[in-house]
């Protein structure tokens, strides 16, 4: 019983690493990606060969991240409520605990 759930805590952590790890990058090679874009839209219009309308970019942009933020709030919410339900964390016993210990090894992940 124990070595069950010491097994399901450490796998827990090291697919919530791992997990970290690469949304890291992934999220760095996004920021690289944009921050490039906005160079050359910047550089272009610099150049006058094109005449961005900035303000509809920032409105458009602030709409994307609201958009993308409630949506994943509401995945959160939903997961959250499946998994509270009483059913599933009877039926499923040991991945709860793989589920609480995936949270430090994201953390551990994207911090190395």
């Known amino acids: 019983m124990i070595?069950?759930?010491l097994f399901?805590?450490?796998?827990?952590f090291a697919i919530g690493a791992l997990a970290g790890y690469a949304l890291k990058h992934i999220l760095k090679l996004a920021a690289i990606i944009l921050g490039v874009f906005f160079l050359g839209l910047t550089y272009?219009?610099?150049r006058g060969w094109i005449h961005p309308d900035w303000h509809t970019i920032q409105s458009q942009t602030q709409s994307?991240?609201?958009n993308?933020?409630?949506?994943?709030t509401q995945y959160i919410q939903?997961?959250?409520a499946q998994l509270s339900h009483q059913n599933v964390i009877?039926?499923?016993?040991?991945?709860?605990?793989?589920g609480v210990a995936f949270i430090p090894g994201l953390i551990f992940g994207l911090k190395h």
Do not use: K, W
């Open 64 to 66: 994307g991240i609201l």
């Open 8 to 12: 399901s805590a450490g796998g827990g």
């Open 90 to 98: 009877h039926v499923q016993g040991m991945t709860v605990t793989a």
């Open 68 to 72: 993308a933020t409630h949506m994943a």
């Open 44 to 46: 272009l219009a610099y």
């Open 78 to 80: 939903s997961t959250a």
């Open 3 to 5: 070595e069950n759930l």
